[in-house]
C-alpha cells in the first residue's frame, strides 16, 4: 500500500508539472509548424516561378508560364502541381497539357530543384528527356538548358 501511495502521490505531482509544461509545448509546436508552412510556401514559390522562367522560355507566348506547387495541407509528403489553362488557374497539368507538355514541365522542375543547391558543382544526367518534344520545342529547350 505505501508503494502505491507513493507512486500515486508522485504521478499527481508529475500530473501537475506537466499541466503546466504542456499548453507551453503545445504553443511551441504550433509556432515552428506555422514557421515551417511559411518556409517551404516561400521556397516552393521560388521554385515554381524558375520553372515558369524556364516553362516560357520552352514554350514563348503560349501563356503557361503560370506554375504553382503546394503542400496538400490534408496529406503528408504531398506536393500539388498547377498550371494556368485559358482562364483557369492551378489546374492539374495532367487534365490539360499533352505529354510532350508534360515532360518538358517535368524537366523544367527537375532543373529548378538541381538549381537551389550548387548548380556549379552540380553534374545533371539527363537520359533523353525530350522524346516526346517536336523539333521548335525541343530546341528551344536545349537553349534554355544552356542558358
Known amino acids: 500500500l505505501r508503494r502505491a501511495w507513493t507512486t500515486y502521490t508522485r504521478s499527481v505531482t508529475e500530473q501537475a508539472e506537466l499541466a ?13 509548424l506555422e514557421e515551417r508552412h511559411q518556409f517551404t510556401d516561400a521556397v516552393l514559390s521560388e521554385i515554381a516561378a524558375e520553372v515558369g ?11 503557361l508560364e503560370k506554375i504553382s506547387l503546394a503542400l496538400d495541407p490534408k496529406r503528408r509528403a504531398s506536393l500539388n502541381i498547377g498550371a494556368s489553362f485559358l482562364d483557369a488557374d492551378s489546374v ?19 532543373l529548378a ?8 558543382n552540380t553534374i545533371l544526367v ?8 517536336d523539333a521548335p520545342h525541343a530546341d528551344r529547350a536545349i537553349e534554355m538548358l544552356y542558358d
Open 20 to 32: 503546466v509544461v504542456l499548453p507551453r509545448l503545445q504553443r511551441t509546436h504550433a509556432i515552428v
Open 92 to 110: 492539374p497539368p495532367a487534365a490539360y497539357l499533352s505529354e510532350s507538355h508534360l515532360d518538358t514541365l517535368g524537366l523544367c522542375l527537375f
Open 113 to 120: 530543384l538541381a538549381g537551389r543547391e550548387a548548380p556549379g
Open 126 to 133: 539527363l537520359d533523353d528527356p525530350l522524346g516526346s518534344v
Open 53 to 63: 522562367r524556364m516553362y516560357e522560355a520552352v514554350h514563348p507566348g503560349e501563356g
